[in-house]
């Protein structure tokens, strides 16, 4: 099962600020998510003109219990969440075609980092596939 799209958006941003010790106590997020996110049949875009739809029925709750999954534990066969952050969702409808923006507030746990250790993790940041250079060897995947 993949996240839902607007939880993928932030969590590669917050696992390299963790990665590197900066530990997350608190998120309260936001999500603008468009028109297409609803899927068909999803509210008429007459709904939206000059309109928001201020909650999206089961949203909140799975922005709220995805990312403990996300950064949680395979133990056994079983996925062990992490529920060492806590996440507060408000996922809202908006008057676009494509795309959602998600604002995200970060309540560190200790050290906090600057705005410029921030960025500095987000440049240096690689994914575990980049750093075993998945990309270059993917012939061996089968994989074109």
Same mark, same amino acid.
């Given at each position: 099962?993949?996240?839902?799209?607007?939880?993928?958006?932030?969590?590669? +941003?917050?696992?390299?600020?963790?990665?590197?010790?900066?530990?997350?106590?608190?998120?309260?997020?936001?999500?603008?998510?468009?028109? =297409?996110?609803?899927?068909?049949?999803?509210?008429?875009?007459?709904?939206?003109?000059?309109?928001?739809? +201020?909650?999206?029925?089961?949203?909140?709750?799975?922005?709220?219990?995805? +990312?403990?999954?996300?950064?949680?534990?395979?133990?056994?066969?079983?996925?062990?969440?992490?529920?060492?952050?806590?996440?507060?969702?408000?996922?809202?409808?908006?008057?676009?075609?494509?795309?959602?923006?998600?604002?995200?507030?970060?309540?560190?746990?200790?050290?906090? +980092? =600057?705005?410029?250790?921030?960025?500095?993790?987000?440049?240096?940041?690689?994914?575990?596939?980049? =750093?075993?250079?998945?990309?270059?060897?993917? =012939?061996?995947?089968?994989?074109?």
């Amino acid at each position: 099962m993949k996240p839902n799209c607007s939880v993928q958006s932030y969590m590669i +941003p917050l696992h390299a600020l963790m990665v590197k010790g900066y530990k997350i106590k608190r998120l309260i997020l936001t999500t603008l998510q468009a028109l =297409s996110g609803a899927g068909y049949p999803g509210p008429s875009a007459f709904d939206l003109v000059d309109n928001i739809i +201020p909650l999206i029925k089961g949203e909140e709750e799975k922005s709220e219990i995805e +990312p403990q999954k996300i950064f949680g534990s395979i133990q056994g066969e079983k996925i062990v969440n992490d529920t060492s952050i806590a996440i507060s969702a408000h996922c809202t409808r908006v008057p676009a075609l494509d795309g959602h923006t998600a604002c995200v507030s970060v309540e560190f746990e200790g050290k906090k +980092p =600057s705005a410029e250790e921030i960025l500095e993790c987000w440049k240096n940041y690689h994914s575990v596939p980049k =750093s075993l250079d998945f990309l270059q060897h993917r =012939s061996s995947y089968n994989l074109q």
